[in-house]
């Protein structure tokens, strides 16, 4: 017979399975764990078998833990979590792909019904349509504000109606109605609520962007340096091409008013006195190009002239 573990025990291996992990994994997500039933728990840990393992637990059992291995590790970087370790929370330990992971736990999520007293996650709307429900139920109706109409001897709601919206609490008469129609409206999961990784926390939404979007917040964080390096003369990597050729315009500018000059200054002049030297010089081109459509057309002419002489050496011309 096997015996079993006291609660002293089990908390001993508890630390010591969360202590490992820590160890073995530098990327964890924070998951909240909501309505998740321990079947669809299971089938998260199923899917998510290879490179990823799922951790549940008390929120003080998991401080205390993280906490002393800090300290014995002298690793300062899993302190981090125990601010995260709030609610009902777990924990997902990864070696793979952060967003992959995220994206595999959001796919087990399963339909429930709306019970009373629950906090509504989303807007519940009830469609329109007919319902199947016989005429004696058109009171329920009534006491919800529903618009119906009798059609074919069942009952037929007319237009759409928020029943329930996001942060209100499931009363009977919405749950029971609920219930009548077979609408599940809301659907449980674990959650991403924070990631973290060797050290650093950020919020699941870093996750969703991409190197084009990384790229763009660059661009635009540059641009912003260069920007306020010019706007108060203060020289930076960033700004230091704009300056440079900012400088350039005032020393051209100076050539061009005064009599210092330098050969790229005399281009300048030169086109400044005579613009029309640069305007005429791009016209023998224009002018060679059109010419030279008619030399092709009259090719052309003369090697369609050959073709009719053909013809008369094949035997047309025998008869005239």
């Known amino acids: 017979m096997v015996n079993k ?14 202590c490992q992990l820590l160890d073995d994994y530098s990327q964890i997500l924070i998951v909240a764990a909501d309505n998740v039933g321990s079947t669809q728990l299971q089938n998260i840990r199923h899917g998510l078998r290879g490179d990823s393992v799922v951790l549940m637990g008390k929120n003080t059992m998991m401080k205390r833990s993280v906490r002393i291995h800090s300290e014995k590790t002298g690793n300062k970087a899993f302190l981090n979590l125990i601010p995260l370790l709030q609610g009902n929370v777990g924990l997902i330990f990864t070696k793979g792909d952060l967003k992959e992971v995220s994206e595999e736990v959001a796919k087990y999520k399963v339909g429930a019904p709306a019970r009373v007293g629950l906090v509504a996650p989303i807007d519940v709307v009830v469609p329109p349509g007919n319902t199947g429900l016989d005429p004696s139920q058109t009171s329920f109706f ?6 119906t109409k009798i059609n074919k001897g069942t009952v ?3 237009t759409p109606v928020e029943l329930i919206k996001k942060g209100e609490k ?8 609920l219930a009548k129609l077979g609408i599940r409206p809301f659907s449980y999961g674990l959650v991403v609520l924070s990631a973290y990784d060797s050290g650093s926390v950020f919020s699941p939404e870093v996750l969703d962007l991409t190197e084009d979007d990384l790229v763009e917040k660059f661009a635009a964080g540059v641009s912003m340096i260069a920007s306020l390096s010019l706007a108060t003369s203060y020289p930076t990597l960033a700004a230091s ?3 440079f050729i900012n400088a350039y315009k005032n020393v051209l500018a100076v050539a061009v008013a005064t009599a210092y000059s330098y050969p790229e200054a005399e281009k ?3 086109f400044l006195e005579d613009p029309s030297k640069f305007a005429f010089a791009a016209a023998p081109v224009t002018v060679a190009a059109s010419s030279g459509a008619p030399a092709a057309a009259k090719e052309e002419e003369k090697k369609e002239e050959p073709a009719e002489e053909s013809d008369d050496d094949m035997g047309f011309g025998l008869f005239d």
């Open 170 to 177: 499931v009363g009977s008469s919405e749950a029971a109605l």
């Open 241 to 243: 091409p704009h300056m």
């Open 5 to 18: 573990l006291s609660k002293a025990d089990k908390k001993i291996a508890y630390d010591a399975k969360l």
């Open 142 to 147: 009534q006491v919800l504000n529903i618009p």
């Open 156 to 158: 037929e709601i007319i």
């Open 268 to 270: 300048v002049k030169e």
